[in-house]
């Protein structure tokens, strides 16, 4: 079972240009109080076949983290141009959030981002070289949520109050505790303007 959950991640500049940093705020479920900081990564991977070639745009610590419903926001750097080979620039990118806790990464939260030229002519021509200040990017709504089974140093609740005679039972394992990742399609969340 995971001590945390998110809840939602609710993007404050969708579409931008693609210059822009990310902006964002995640909003997550604790259900006992953590030890240690959570940290969120940022990545952009603009070529699949090649990990090498992913950047970490930001990352950040979150703690200490109390029981219940907790948010913060995040603002990520953009891509460096430079280091995306220019047949990977326009068109869909991935853009990943990862949480981990004590290097043990717990969830991944996936998007595709659809680059393109902010202007009609732009986009048929697709001028050489690649104009960055003219790209615009579009993150779809559309996510995919996978979560991994980590060793948490803190019980659950429903663990820590067990009742007499638990000890000589076996509890039934639920999906959650089961080995490996696990995917989910999320619906996305309603739109907003950036404002709470």
């Keep these: ?111 595709y981002q659809n680059t393109e030229y902010d202007n009609e002519e732009m986009k048929e021509a697709q001028p050489k070289p690649i104009v960055f200040d003219r790209l615009v990017r579009d993150i779809s709504t559309k996510l995919r949520v996978t979560r991994f089974q980590i060793k948490w140093d803190v019980a659950p609740p429903q663990q820590l109050h067990a009742a007499a005679g638990a000890a000589a039972s076996a509890a039934v394992p639920s999906a959650d505790d089961l080995d490996g990742p696990e995917d989910t399609e999320m619906d996305p969340p309603p739109k907003t303007n950036g404002t709470s």
């Design 1 to 111: 079972m995971s001590i945390v959950t998110i809840r939602n991640v609710e993007f404050f500049n969708n579409p931008a240009r693609f210059s822009d940093p990310y902006r964002f705020r995640v909003t997550f479920e604790c259900i006992a109080p953590l030890k240690d900081d959570l940290e969120w990564k940022l990545i952009y991977v603009s070529s699949p076949g090649n990990e090498e070639l992913d950047q970490e745009l930001d990352d950040c610590l979150v703690g200490p983290v109390p029981v219940g419903i907790n948010s913060f926001d995040f603002e990520g750097s953009p891509p460096d141009p430079s280091k995306i080979p220019p047949e990977d620039v326009l068109g869909v990118a991935a853009l990943i959030l990862t949480g981990s806790y004590n290097d043990q990464e717990f969830v991944r939260v996936g998007y």
